[in-house]
């Protein structure tokens, strides 16, 4: 499916006052906490303009879900028809202590219902927030995850950080025996999540390890290593998914590798069935890149029937392995029943779990407002480049103009005339959002736009947040801006990313968004084609076993299933694709 074509798409052109868009919005009771933008009288007005108006919205809203985005660009914002037509408008009381009652609030507030009632509304700005910021989703969260997802949150709330359960199953870490007397309702069991890699990577192994745990009834922790409580907001409702600071071997977290007593590979290496009668009370999974056969093994089914009864699991990962976990037989009903669009898998659980920190919805929001608001369009470019060389490398610029030009995602330059006048229509106003650790390619794209004009007319404005130089793991406000980057890509109607790059890959399942990707340049020479769109927006998995669990043997994972390939930006990788857009291929 194309989703600038698909017809689910009610994409339309932004208000050209975005702080108009939060009236209507406010004026529509959902956003109490932003009705002081506008005065009584004003908000009186609003008010009797949209109930004046509510059957012309819902008959022409009726008319539009039928109709191509193409054909009704220029109307009104969709994201306030929808609310209308959904009955949405009933407003959420909001009582003195700033909570409010989320018992009317609308569906898309909540994201399809991803996102569970009754959080406290101003100690996480962006979870009810990001709806001004982001189009309605096309692609909706299927009733099952949603009941998923409430379970899991119980089952949270009665095994997270310091509750009855959660002390009881760490005794049997503190005196590493085998589980002897603990009442089975109590017990819980857990992934234990250590900080590890960079930002990208973080948000994509985090939504894994969920998966995962949704799979096995297992609750995540997360280590929060340096920074990531000032990065996101708590995902589940009551409490904490931040690993406690003292979790008993929270210490031996650096010290653990493939040659632990305590890895799983190793076990396997030294005794075969070791798991089975000694039944330890923990486990740490090695899933970083570097593991080897026996770490590897965490994959098939046989080896996860004995995982299950280790309370603890604690996992280090720099890879999405979502891909792989779509190949085991144990997990394939449910995960069909979950995601019967293969492709949402991170699309949903990343918008599920993470929600920018206040501070840094601040940095996200000012810079939107500043820069992309207005726009008729955003275009977000990517750069990531893992060659060394001045900025910017002169193959990479070609590439990215190429791309650009040749899938007319921006206008080419006049270089003969000094001023252009519109051909045809009306010129737009487009923002370039250029996202790299140096400066040189927004400046270089910045300069053409100025110094000459554009053969339609249209008028581009470049931007870039922040270029720190090189990647730095675990700085904080490098951290915190690498983090709004990423979001603010996300927001862009179209996007533009580097090969191998897990920043891009977080953008475009936020966004929803099918990228061109930059394929990546070998020998310093711009590729041709310079990009290709992909085949969804699901994350690369860059490090996948090939081994065919049953017969014992190397295998091609990338050709056993439709929905599971090798990606567009690494022959090795595996990815989530949705197989009726692939069943030529089959
Ligand atoms: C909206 O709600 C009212 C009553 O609450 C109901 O009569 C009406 O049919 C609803 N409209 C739609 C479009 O669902
Ligand atoms: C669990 O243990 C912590 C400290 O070890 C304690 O503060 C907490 O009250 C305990 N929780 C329950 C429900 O007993
Ligand atoms: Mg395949």
């Known amino acids: 499916m194309d989703l600038r074509e698909s017809n689910s798409r009610r994409r339309l052109s932004p208000q050209p006052n975005p702080a108009g868009r939060n009236k209507l919005v406010s004026a529509a009771g959902v956003a109490p906490s932003k009705?002081?933008?506008?005065?009584?009288?004003?908000?009186?007005?609003?008010?009797?303009?949209?109930?004046?108006?509510?059957?012309?919205?819902?008959?022409?809203?009726?008319?539009?879900?039928?109709?191509?985005?193409?054909?009704?660009?220029?109307?009104?914002?969709?994201?306030?028809?929808?609310?209308?037509?959904?009955?949405?408008?009933?407003?959420?009381?909001?009582?003195?202590?700033?909570?409010?009652?989320?018992?009317?609030?609308?569906?898309?507030?909540?994201?399809?219902?991803?996102?569970a009632p009754g959080f406290d509304e101003a100690s996480c700005l962006s979870?009810?927030?990001?709806?001004?910021?982001r189009k309605i989703s096309p692609q909706k969260p299927s009733s099952h995850l949603l009941s998923r997802l409430r379970s899991y949150e119980d089952l949270h709330k009665k095994c997270g950080p310091h509750t009855k359960s959660y002390n009881k199953t760490l005794e049997q870490l503190k005196s590493s025996s085998p589980s002897t007397g603990v009442d089975s309702s109590e017990e819980c069991k857990y992934v234990v999540w250590i900080s590890y890699s960079g930002l990208g990577n973080k948000i994509?192994?985090?939504?894994?390890?969920?998966?995962?745990?949704?799979?096995?009834?297992?609750?995540?922790?997360?280590?929060?290593?340096?920074?990531?409580?000032?990065?996101?907001?708590?995902?589940?409702?009551?409490?904490?998914?931040?690993?406690?600071?003292?979790?008993?071997?929270?210490?031996?977290?650096?010290?653990?590798?493939?040659?632990?007593?305590?890895?799983?590979?190793?076990?396997?290496?030294?005794?075969?069935?070791?798991?089975?009668?000694?039944s330890p009370s923990f486990l740490y999974l090695h899933l970083a890149h570097d593991y080897d056969e026996q770490d590897k093994l965490f994959f098939c089914d046989d080896e996860q029937s004995l995982i299950e009864k280790v309370p603890w699991l604690i996992m280090r990962t720099d890879n999405y392995f979502v891909p792989s976990l779509f190949l085991m037989p144990s997990f394939e009903?449910?995960?069909?029943?979950?995601?019967p669009e293969k492709e949402t898998v991170f699309h949903h659980l990343g918008r599920y779990l993470f929600h920018p920190s206040n501070h840094v919805w601040g940095l996200i929001t000012r810079y939107y407002q500043a820069y992309l608001a207005k726009a008729d369009e955003r275009i977000g470019i990517q750069v990531r480049t893992f060659e060394a060389g001045p900025s910017p490398l002169r193959h990479v610029m070609n590439q990215i103009y190429a791309c650009a030009f040749r899938e007319k995602l921006l206008p080419r330059v006049e270089r003969k005339k000094p001023i252009v006048t519109s051909s045809a229509g009306m010129p737009k106003l487009k923002s370039v959002l250029i996202t790299s650790l140096t400066s040189g390619y927004s400046e270089d794209v910045r300069n053409m736009y100025w110094e000459h004009p554009?053969?339609?007319?249209?008028?581009?404005?470049?931007?870039?947040?922040?270029?720190?130089?090189?990647?730095?793991?675990?700085?904080?406000?490098?951290?915190?801006?690498?983090?709004?980057?990423?979001?603010?890509?996300?927001l862009c109607d179209v996007l533009v990313t580097s090969a191998w790059s897990t920043f891009g890959?977080?953008?475009?399942?936020?966004?929803?968004?099918?990228?061109?990707?930059?394929?990546?340049?070998?020998?310093?020479?711009?590729?041709?084609?310079?990009?290709?769109?992909?085949?969804?927006m699901e994350p690369c998995f860059h490090a996948p076993p090939f081994y065919d669990c049953k017969a014992?043997?190397?295998?091609?994972?990338?050709?056993?299933?439709?929905?599971?390939?090798?990606?567009?930006?690494?022959?090795?990788g595996l990815k989530l694709v949705d197989s009726h857009e692939s069943h030529d291929q089959l």
């Not at 009186?44 to 059957?55: C, E, R």
């Not at 979870?127 to 910021?133: D, E, I, M, T």
């Not at 008028?459 to 980057?485: C, M, R, Y």
């Not at 014992?552 to 090795?572: F, I, N, Q, Y």
Request: proline share 7%; hydrophobic share 35%; glycine share 6%.
């Open 454 to 490: 554009t053969v339609n007319g249209d008028t581009i404005g470049v931007f870039q947040p922040s270029h720190e130089g090189h990647q730095q793991t675990d700085k904080n406000l490098h951290d915190q801006k690498a983090w709004a980057e990423m979001y603010l890509l996300s």
């Open 204 to 278: 994509l192994t985090i939504s894994s390890a969920f998966l995962y745990a949704l799979l096995t009834n297992r609750v995540l922790l997360v280590d929060p290593g340096k920074d990531m409580a000032d990065l996101f907001c708590e995902p589940f409702p009551e409490n904490s998914w931040l690993l406690p600071d003292d979790f008993p071997v929270k210490d031996r977290f650096d010290a653990f590798d493939q040659k632990s007593p305590h890895c799983y590979g190793n076990i396997l290496k030294s005794e075969n069935n070791k798991i089975a009668t000694t």
């Open 505 to 536: 890959y977080v953008a475009q399942g936020l966004g929803g968004l099918k990228p061109w990707i930059l394929y990546k340049p070998e020998n310093q020479k711009t590729p041709d084609p310079p990009c290709g769109q992909v085949m969804s």
């Open 552 to 572: 014992k043997k190397g295998v091609d994972t990338g050709a056993l299933v439709p929905h599971v390939r090798h990606c567009e930006d690494m022959s090795w």
């Open 35 to 115: 009705s002081r933008l506008i005065s009584p009288m004003n908000l009186t007005k609003i008010l009797a303009a949209l109930l004046v108006s509510l059957p012309v919205l819902v008959t022409l809203s009726l008319v539009l879900r039928n109709t191509s985005p193409d054909r009704i660009k220029g109307f009104a914002d969709a994201r306030i028809i929808e609310r209308l037509v959904k009955n949405d408008t009933s407003s959420s009381s909001s009582s003195e202590d700033g909570f409010s009652d989320h018992t009317h609030m609308p569906k898309d507030k909540l994201q399809d219902g991803l996102i």
């Open 333 to 339: 009903q449910e995960l069909e029943k979950l995601f």
């Open 127 to 133: 979870r009810y927030q990001s709806n001004l910021y």
